[in-house]
């Protein structure tokens, strides 16, 4: 008879603005309170807001996200303009551009501090893939909305256009995700790793989208 070993370290690794990172964090102020051992891994600039609580702290992106939102020409425009299309590229676009320290973080933390489940947030798709599929550590998706067809209401705080025209935009962003993820496999497989894009294709990844 197999026992399943019990749960107790757990790492949330999540990407964004600080608005993104702090639901996160609530979330890991919970589990230790539970009683977990919890590690939260997003970017250096919210380690202060995790300290403050007593939140151990893993550095994988190590930029200043609002920094970016307010120099990068590309953002701006799509804030200007409500190019909802364009401002996912630019988060994809970052994390394009710092790929490869960002891939080697997130496997020195992986091997270090190898959590018994890894919770999934925000902007943090390929390495929930990573994960599961080639570290296979169990991981667990959270998300601050959900990808759901509403034709009066669009997720996320975007506009609700007519006749549900918002939900397209949103699968077109998504499907704009998944040409990044062959950057961060090119950098895995130059530090011995695997594909992930071997394994998990555009259509799945999109289906599984869907269901968050």
């Known amino acids: 008879m197999t026992t399943t070993p019990p749960l107790k370290n757990i790492s949330i690794i999540c990407h964004g603005s600080r608005g993104d990172f702090q639901p996160y964090l609530a979330v890991a102020i919970e589990l230790q309170s539970r009683g977990y051992n919890v590690r939260i891994l997003s970017c250096a600039i919210y380690r202060p807001f995790a300290d403050e609580f007593g939140i151990p702290f893993g550095t994988i992106w190590d930029l200043d996200f609002k920094k970016s939102m307010v120099e990068d020409e590309d953002v701006l425009e799509a804030f200007a303009t409500g190019d909802v299309k364009k401002a996912a590229g ?123």
């Open 90 to 212: 630019f988060v994809a676009r970052l994390d394009v551009e710092n790929a490869p320290r960002v891939c080697k973080a997130f496997l020195e933390e992986m091997k270090e501090n190898r959590p018994d489940l890894l919770v999934a947030g925000i902007f943090s798709d390929y390495f929930e893939a990573y994960a599961g599929i080639v570290l296979g550590i169990p991981t667990f998706r959270v998300r601050l909305g959900a990808i759901v067809f509403n034709p009066v209401r669009a997720p996320f705080g975007f506009p609700t256009l007519p006749n549900g025209g918002h939900f397209g935009i949103l699968m077109q962003m998504m499907e704009g995700f998944y040409p990044s993820f062959a950057v961060f496999d090119d950098t895995m497989q130059s530090l011995g790793g695997m594909r992930v894009t071997d394994v998990l294709s555009k259509e799945v990844f999109l289906t599984e989208a869907e269901k968050t």
